[in-house]
């Protein structure tokens, strides 16, 4: 019996059979429904340390950011983001019509304004298809159980839920990687 990592080095199904799934994906998904469980079961307060329990700042790292490129240079509020980040939010700024009477510098006032949302929700879609598309070819020839399982994990782990919770954008980064490993 191989392991995953064996299976998709060499890219072909023999001796690489649902024992081995199983073996490896039953724990982890265990795992982490154990962990959602136990995070329901304590109201929220233990997931604190990995995600922002506070509802009214869900997904303010691309709207606050978004609302620092509007004006024009987003280090001179402070911001440490790396500069491709930049040249991502700028593309999708010029997505977000203006003149509409909302305040542009404003994270929170562009988070209520759908045109400003809609080119981030798109920029996840598209993320979460590549993901998607580069999963099932790392493991193409495998058992359809084994991909879903596999995809199921990647798009479900704590930095992709954390990733998605706060309007991070570094889901490119993570989808690039693995169309990397995809095509390799």
Not at 84 to 91: G, K, P, Q, V
Request: include cysteine; charge should be neutral.
């Amino acid at each position: 019996m191989k392991g995953i990592s064996e299976c998709v080095r060499r890219k072909s199904p023999a001796g690489c059979g649902i024992e081995t799934a199983i073996y490896y994906l039953v724990p982890l998904i265990s795992i982490t429904l154990g962990s959602l469980v136990c995070f329901w079961l304590d109201y929220g307060n233990n997931p604190s340390a990995y995600f922002i329990t506070d509802w009214t700042n869900t997904g303010m790292d691309y709207f606050n950011m978004l609302a620092a490129v509007s004006q024009g240079d987003p280090y001179a509020n402070y911001a440490n983001w790396p500069p491709m980040c930049f040249l991502i939010l700028r593309f999708l700024f010029h997505f977000v019509p203006r003149g509409e009477g909302v305040d542009l510098s404003n994270g929170f006032a562009m988070r209520d304004y759908m045109p400003a949302a809609l080119p981030y929700l798109v920029y996840v879609v598209a993320c979460l298809l590549v993901i998607g598309f580069a999963t099932m070819r790392l493991l193409r020839g495998s058992k359809p159980i084994v991909q879903c399982s596999m995809l199921a994990a990647t798009i479900l782990c704590g930095p992709m839920l954390f990733a998605l919770e706060r309007g991070n954008i570094i889901l490119i980064s993570f989808a690039s990687l693995l169309v990397y490993l995809a095509l390799y």
